[in-house]
C-alpha cells in the first residue's frame, strides 16, 4: 500500500497542478482516490447517468469528449463533423462543471484504449477544492490558470543565465525621475539650456500654471536648432519645444513606455498624475538596467542608409525579442513590437527609393496586408503590401499606376534586401493588380465580395486585414469603412469566409496522440500557425468584418465581439489566453532556432515539450476547435 501510495504520489507530482500543491494536500487527494481500469470503448461517464457523483483523473491511457447529438445517445450533432469530440491524457480530469453544478454531465467520456483512471466521490472532491487554492483555480479555470506559471517559470530562467536585470513590467512610478526640470512657457530660452546644465538632464519639460506638460525641450531639439543657424537665445522657450509631449500615468509599465518611445522616436517621456507633471522617464532610464535598447534600434532603422544596414539592424530586434521573452514580455506585446519595428523598417526603404529615384509626381499611400496589417508578425515574415492613390478616372488611375511601378518594385525588391522576403503569392505593390486607386480598389473589394470564387476567397483572407503604414489618407478611411459596408450586405461571401475559415483544424488526431503520450521525438508534429493560430485568425476575421468591426488584430476582434454580444465574454478571455500562449510557444521556438542556426520553423513536436506547455497545448487547440464550432453553428455548415 505504502509504494501504491509513493507512486501516485511521484505521479501526481509531475503534472500540475499538483506540483504546486502542498504534500498533505496532495496525500489527502490520494486517500481519498481509488483506481478504475477501464478497457477501450468503455463508457466512463455520460449523460444517462445522472447527476454526476465522482471526478476523475486518468492515470494511464485516453479518454475521448463527446456531446450527445439531438438524436441517438453518444452520436454528435448532424454536420458537427469530428470538432465535437476531444481527447484527454495522463493527468486530464473530468467531469468539473458537472461535478460542480450538481448536474449531469453533457459529455459522454469513453475510454479510447484500455485506461486506469483514479476515481473520487464528489464530496471529496468538494472538500479537495476548499482545502487547496491550487487545486480550486485549476478545477475552475483549467489550462488557463497555468499560462501565470508558464510566465514565472520562463522568467525564473532568465533570472538563472541572465541575473535579475531589468523587468519590463516595472511601474514608471519606480523608475522615473521624481523632481523633474520644468520651467514656464516664456521661460527664455538660454535660461532653459542654463537650467538643464545644471541639473545634468537631457530635457526640461514646459508647464502650465497647473503643472500640466504643454511641451519638452531636449538636447536634440537644441542640436537642431543651433544647426538651422535661427537660433535666439532670448526666445521664450515655447516657441522652440516641442508641443503636447508623450504622457503615461506612473502605473503604466516601462515595456508601454518602450514602445511609445519606439513609436514616436523619442528620447524622454512625461509621467503625469491627474493630468499634473509627476516625473520624467529617458531611454536611459529604461535600459540603464538592461542591454537592450530597443528606442536605440527603432531610431537607427529611422536613420539607416542603406537596405544592408536595415537588415543588420533586423539581426539586432531578433536578439532583443530573445530578451523580451526571456523576462516574461507578453507575446502579443512582442508581436506588436516586431510588427513596429518592420513599419520603421518599411518607411526608411521607402525614404531611401524616394531618395534615390525621386518623387514620381503621384501622392501615394503603402498598405500592409495579412499579419502585417494585423500587427501579428514574427520574425519569420514575409511582405503583403499594396499602393493606393487618388484618380479622377480611369484613364488617370491607368497612368499613376504605370507612374507608380518603379517605385514600387524598387520598395518590393529593397525590403527583400532587408530581411522581409518577397511574397511567393505576389501580394505586393509591384504586382499592378494591388497598385490601385481608391475607386479602383473598392471595385476590387466588391467584385471579391459579390463573387466569391475560391480564388477571391483566397485574396480576401489576406487582403481584408490591412492599414494603412505609409503615407497621407489618399481614401483609405472611406475605403475602410466601404469593404465593412460590402461584407456587412452579404450573407453568401460571410459564408464562404466561413467555409474557407474551417479548412484549417486543430489536429484532431494529434490531440490523441499528445494526450496519449505517443509523441516519439521523430515524430513530425503538426504546423503551428496553420493548425493552430490561424483557426482563431480566421474566425474572429469572419465574425468581425460580418459584424461591422474595423480592428484587424485578431485579439481585438475577438474582444469587440464580445462587446457587443456576439461571443461570450468568458469564452472569449479563454481565445485571447490560448491564441496568447500559441504566439509565445511559436516565438520560443523560432528563438530556439534562429540561436541554433537552423532556419525558423512552424512545424511543432509536442514530444519536445515538457508536461506543462503540453496540458496548455491541448487545452488551445481545444479552445481552437470550440471557437470553429461556434462557427459551424452560426453559419449552419
Given at each position: 500500500?505504502?509504494?501504491?501510495?509513493?507512486?501516485?504520489?511521484?505521479f501526481?507530482?509531475?503534472?500540475?497542478?499538483?506540483?504546486?500543491?502542498?504534500?498533505?494536500?496532495?496525500?489527502?487527494?490520494?486517500?481519498?482516490?481509488?483506481?478504475?481500469?477501464?478497457?477501450?470503448?468503455?463508457?466512463?461517464?455520460?449523460?444517462?447517468?445522472?447527476?454526476?457523483?465522482?471526478?476523475?483523473?486518468?492515470?494511464?491511457?485516453?479518454?475521448?469528449?463527446?456531446r450527445?447529438?439531438?438524436?441517438?445517445a453518444?452520436?454528435?450533432?448532424?454536420?458537427?463533423?469530428?470538432?465535437?469530440?476531444?481527447?484527454?491524457?495522463?493527468a486530464?480530469?473530468?467531469?468539473?462543471?458537472?461535478?460542480?453544478?450538481?448536474?449531469p454531465?453533457?459529455?459522454?467520456?469513453?475510454?479510447?484504449?484500455?485506461?486506469?483512471?483514479?476515481?473520487?466521490?464528489?464530496?471529496?472532491?468538494?472538500?479537495?477544492?476548499?482545502?487547496?487554492?491550487?487545486?480550486?483555480?485549476?478545477?475552475?479555470?483549467?489550462?488557463?490558470?497555468?499560462?501565470?506559471?508558464?510566465?514565472?517559470?520562463?522568467?525564473?530562467?532568465?533570472?538563472?543565465?541572465?541575473?535579475?536585470?531589468?523587468?519590463?513590467?516595472?511601474?514608471?512610478?519606480?523608475?522615473?525621475?521624481?523632481?523633474?526640470?520644468?520651467?514656464?512657457?516664456?521661460?527664455?530660452?538660454?535660461?532653459?539650456?542654463?537650467?538643464?546644465?545644471?541639473?545634468?538632464?537631457?530635457?526640461i519639460?514646459?508647464?502650465?500654471?497647473?503643472?500640466?506638460?504643454?511641451?519638452?525641450?531636449?538636447?536634440?531639439?537644441?542640436r537642431?536648432?543651433?544647426?538651422?543657424?535661427?537660433?535666439?537665445?532670448?526666445?521664450?522657450?515655447?516657441?522652440?519645444?516641442?508641443?503636447?509631449?508623450?504622457?503615461?500615468?506612473?502605473?503604466?509599465?516601462?515595456?508601454?513606455?518602450?514602445?511609445?518611445?519606439?513609436?514616436?522616436?523619442?528620447?524622454?517621456?512625461?509621467?503625469?498624475?491627474?493630468?499634473?507633471?509627476?516625473?520624467?522617464?529617458?531611454?536611459?532610464?529604461?535600459?540603464?538596467?538592461?542591454?537592450?535598447?530597443?528606442?536605440?534600434?527603432?531610431?537607427?532603422?529611422?536613420?539607416?542608409?542603406?537596405?544592408?544596414?536595415?537588415?543588420?539592424?533586423?539581426?539586432?530586434?531578433?536578439?532583443?525579442?530573445?530578451?523580451?521573452?526571456?523576462?516574461?514580455?507578453?507575446?502579443?506585446?512582442?508581436?506588436?513590437?516586431?510588427?513596429?519595428?518592420?513599419?520603421?523598417?518599411?518607411?526608411?526603404?521607402?525614404?531611401?527609393?524616394?531618395?534615390d529615384?525621386?518623387d514620381?509626381?503621384?501622392?501615394?499611400?503603402?498598405l500592409?496586408?495579412?499579419?502585417?496589417?494585423?500587427?501579428?508578425?514574427?520574425?519569420?515574415?514575409?511582405?503583403?503590401?499594396?499602393?493606393?492613390?487618388r484618380?479622377?478616372?480611369?484613364?488617370?488611375?491607368?497612368?499613376?499606376?504605370?507612374?507608380?511601378?518603379?517605385?514600387?518594385?524598387?520598395?518590393?525588391?529593397?525590403?527583400?534586401?532587408?530581411?522581409?522576403?518577397?511574397?511567393?503569392?505576389?501580394?505586393?505593390?509591384?504586382?499592378?493588380?494591388?497598385?490601385?486607386?481608391?475607386?479602383?480598389?473598392?471595385?476590387?473589394?466588391?467584385?471579391?465580395?459579390?463573387?466569391?470564387?475560391?480564388?477571391?476567397?483566397?485574396?480576401?483572407?489576406?487582403?481584408?486585414?490591412?492599414?494603412?503604414?505609409?503615407?497621407?489618407?489618399?481614401?483609405?478611411?472611406?475605403?475602410?469603412?466601404?469593404?465593412?459596408?460590402?461584407?456587412?450586405?452579404?450573407?453568401?461571401?460571410?459564408?464562404?469566409?466561413?467555409?474557407?475559415?474551417?479548412?484549417?483544424?486543430?489536429?484532431?488526431?494529434?490531440?490523441?496522440?499528445?494526450?496519449?503520450?505517443?509523441?516519439?521525438?521523430?515524430?513530425?508534429?503538426?504546423?503551428?500557425?496553420?493548425?493552430?493560430?490561424?483557426?482563431?485568425?480566421d474566425a474572429?476575421?469572419?465574425?468581425?468584418?460580418?459584424?461591422?468591426?474595423?480592428?484587424?488584430?485578431?485579439?481585438?476582434?475577438?474582444?469587440?465581439?464580445?462587446?457587443?454580444?456576439?461571443?461570450?465574454?468568458?469564452?472569449?478571455?479563454?481565445?485571447?489566453?490560448?491564441?496568447?500562449?500559441?504566439?509565445?510557444?511559436?516565438?520560443?521556438?523560432?528563438?530556439?532556432?534562429?540561436?541554433?542556426?537552423?532556419?525558423?520553423?512552424?512545424?511543432?513536436?509536442?514530444?519536445?515539450?515538457?508536461?506543462?506547455?503540453?496540458?496548455?497545448?491541448?487545452?488551445?487547440?481545444?479552445?481552437?476547435?470550440?471557437?470553429?464550432?461556434?462557427?459551424?453553428?452560426?453559419y449552419?455548415?
Amino acid at each position: 500500500m505504502n509504494q501504491n501510495v509513493q507512486g501516485l504520489m511521484g505521479f501526481l507530482r509531475e503534472h500540475p497542478p499538483f506540483d504546486q500543491m502542498e504534500p498533505p494536500h496532495v496525500r489527502r487527494l490520494i486517500e481519498r482516490m481509488r483506481l478504475r481500469f477501464f478497457e477501450e470503448g468503455q463508457d466512463i461517464a455520460s449523460p444517462g447517468d445522472g447527476p454526476a457523483g465522482s471526478w476523475y483523473l486518468i492515470r494511464q491511457g485516453a479518454v475521448e469528449g463527446r456531446r450527445p447529438g439531438p438524436g441517438a445517445a453518444g452520436e454528435p450533432s448532424p454536420g458537427s463533423g469530428t470538432d465535437d469530440s476531444f481527447v484527454l491524457g495522463p493527468a486530464d480530469a473530468f467531469p468539473v462543471a458537472a461535478l460542480l453544478g450538481g448536474r449531469p454531465t453533457r459529455t459522454r467520456y469513453r475510454a479510447l484504449q484500455d485506461t486506469f483512471c483514479l476515481q473520487m466521490d464528489r464530496p471529496d472532491f468538494i472538500e479537495a477544492l476548499e482545502r487547496s487554492e491550487p487545486f480550486r483555480a485549476f478545477a475552475l479555470r483549467g489550462a488557463g490558470s497555468l499560462l501565470g506559471r508558464l510566465h514565472q517559470r520562463t522568467r525564473q530562467e532568465a533570472a538563472a543565465v541572465q541575473g535579475e536585470g531589468y523587468v519590463f513590467d516595472q511601474a514608471l512610478a519606480s523608475i522615473m525621475a521624481r523632481d523633474p526640470v520644468a520651467c514656464a512657457p516664456d521661460l527664455p530660452l538660454s535660461r532653459a539650456v542654463r537650467r538643464m546644465h545644471e541639473r545634468r538632464v537631457g530635457s526640461i519639460v514646459v508647464t502650465d500654471e497647473l503643472r500640466r506638460p504643454v511641451g519638452i525641450f531636449t538636447l536634440r531639439d537644441l542640436r537642431r536648432e543651433v544647426a538651422g543657424a535661427a537660433i535666439r537665445l532670448d526666445a521664450p522657450i515655447e516657441t522652440v519645444m516641442t508641443r503636447d509631449p508623450v504622457c503615461l500615468p506612473p502605473d503604466a509599465t516601462a515595456f508601454e513606455a518602450i514602445l511609445l518611445m519606439a513609436r514616436h522616436r523619442i528620447g524622454h517621456l512625461c509621467v503625469a498624475q491627474a493630468g499634473a507633471l509627476a516625473g520624467v522617464v529617458s531611454e536611459r532610464d529604461l535600459f540603464a538596467l538592461q542591454r537592450i535598447g530597443i528606442v536605440h534600434l527603432a531610431r537607427a532603422m529611422r536613420q539607416a542608409e542603406s537596405a544592408e544596414a536595415l537588415g543588420a539592424l533586423r539581426a539586432d530586434l531578433s536578439r532583443a525579442v530573445a530578451g523580451m521573452l526571456a523576462h516574461g514580455v507578453d507575446a502579443l506585446q512582442v508581436l506588436r513590437l516586431i510588427a513596429q519595428m518592420n513599419d520603421h523598417a518599411t518607411h526608411r526603404v521607402i525614404e531611401l527609393v524616394l531618395r534615390d529615384l525621386g518623387d514620381p509626381g503621384v501622392p501615394f499611400s503603402w498598405l500592409a496586408f495579412g499579419s502585417e496589417g494585423r500587427r501579428e508578425q514574427t520574425l519569420l515574415t514575409d511582405q503583403d503590401n499594396g499602393m493606393l492613390f487618388r484618380a479622377a478616372s480611369d484613364a488617370e488611375a491607368r497612368d499613376r499606376r504605370e507612374a507608380l511601378r518603379p517605385l514600387a518594385e524598387a520598395i518590393n525588391q529593397e525590403l527583400d534586401r532587408c530581411g522581409l522576403p518577397l511574397c511567393r503569392g505576389n501580394v505586393m505593390a509591384g504586382n499592378p493588380a494591388l497598385r490601385l486607386s481608391a475607386r479602383e480598389w473598392e471595385r476590387w473589394f466588391a467584385d471579391i465580395i459579390r463573387r466569391p470564387t475560391p480564388e477571391h476567397i483566397l485574396q480576401a483572407v489576406i487582403c481584408f486585414d490591412l492599414r494603412l503604414l505609409w503615407g497621407e489618407d489618399n481614401g483609405f478611411e472611406a475605403l475602410s469603412r466601404f469593404l465593412l459596408g460590402q461584407v456587412a450586405d452579404c450573407p453568401q461571401f460571410q459564408r464562404m469566409l466561413a467555409e474557407t475559415a474551417l479548412r484549417n483544424q486543430p489536429p484532431s488526431g494529434g490531440l490523441f496522440e499528445i494526450a496519449g503520450g505517443a509523441w516519439r521525438a521523430g515524430a513530425s508534429g503538426f504546423d503551428l500557425k496553420t493548425q493552430a493560430l490561424t483557426p482563431f485568425v480566421d474566425a474572429a476575421r469572419v465574425l468581425a468584418l460580418s459584424n461591422g468591426i474595423a480592428d484587424t488584430s485578431t485579439t481585438d476582434r475577438l474582444r469587440a465581439l464580445a462587446e457587443r454580444g456576439v461571443l461570450n465574454a468568458r469564452d472569449v478571455d479563454a481565445y485571447v489566453e490560448s491564441y496568447r500562449y500559441l504566439q509565445l510557444l511559436r516565438l520560443r521556438q523560432h528563438q530556439a532556432q534562429i540561436h541554433a542556426g537552423e532556419p525558423a520553423s512552424n512545424q511543432i513536436l509536442p514530444g519536445s515539450l515538457n508536461a506543462l506547455d503540453r496540458r496548455i497545448l491541448r487545452e488551445a487547440l481545444r479552445q481552437a476547435a470550440d471557437l470553429q464550432k461556434l462557427l459551424r453553428y452560426s453559419y449552419q455548415l
